[in-house]
């Protein structure tokens, strides 16, 4: 079935440092889009995309779909101690509506 | 802001007990989902739910799981013979459409089976 993988899979920066990851698949999507999970938590969407080429920012965060459809980035500017989280790509495509979540990027800020 | 609701946030149960989570989805969204996360893993999902039946389901989402919008505002989940690899985080979502994967999640509920 279609597998989002997410690299790295972890990262720990010290506050102020930009951080870029990123989400690759073997299938084609239509839609891409990034969550971050707090502890204990539900994923709370940060940015979607729609469209291949498309650059998006929300604050701090920029994501972009990649020409391809078949990956995407996520970059994080300036990190601050409350970034600290899991994040996730997520996508659309193929046959099914279904939103299906990467495998996850761990993010630790030591202030 | 409006938000998604689950109960109950944590369940203990037996092996071969019958388990329902609840979920109170934001009001005006027509489109319901269950995800679960083992711990330590990714999101999974389950099941998507529209216009009173089933959209879509995984092939985890086996004979032993259902779902059912009981009145205008809940969504359950009910796994029906809870086997020890089901203990999980279950998280409700809901969206106002079906394609954009812009989903609200709720906290989630945690099933721990023994």
């Known amino acids: 079935g279609q597998q989002l993988n997410q690299s790295p899979q972890s990262m720990f920066i010290q506050e102020g440092e930009d951080v870029s990851m990123n989400c690759t698949s073997s299938?084609?999507?239509?839609?891409w889009l990034w969550y971050k999970q707090d502890p204990g938590e539900g994923p709370v969407l940060l940015i979607a995309?729609?469209?291949?080429?498309e650059l998006t920012s929300n604050g701090r965060l920029t994501a972009q779909f990649g020409i391809t459809r078949k990956d995407s980035f996520l970059n994080i500017s300036a990190s601050i101690p409350s970034d600290v989280g899991i994040y996730f790509c997520a996508g659309t495509g193929g046959a099914t509506n279904k939103l299906i979540f990467g495998t996850g990027t761990l993010l630790a800020v030591q202030p | 802001e409006p938000e998604v609701t689950q109960t109950p946030s944590h369940q203990v149960t037996q092996m071969g007990q019958e388990v329902i989570l609840r979920c109170v989805p934001i009001s005006n969204h027509l489109y319901f989902y269950w995800y679960r996360q083992i711990l330590g893993q990714k999101v999974e999902f389950l099941v998507s739910?529209?216009?009173?039946?089933?959209?879509?389901k995984s092939e985890i989402f086996d004979d032993q799981f259902s779902v059912e919008r009981p009145d205008g505002s809940n969504f359950t989940l009910k796994i029906r013979s809870t086997k020890l690899e089901d203990s999980a985080m279950y998280f409700c979502a809901s969206s106002l459409a079906g394609q954009t994967g812009e989903l609200f999640f709720g906290e989630g509920s945690r099933l721990t089976v023994l």
């Open positions: 299938s084609i999507f239509n839609t």
């Open positions: 995309l729609y469209k291949a080429g």
């Open positions: 739910f529209y216009n009173n039946e089933i959209s879509e």
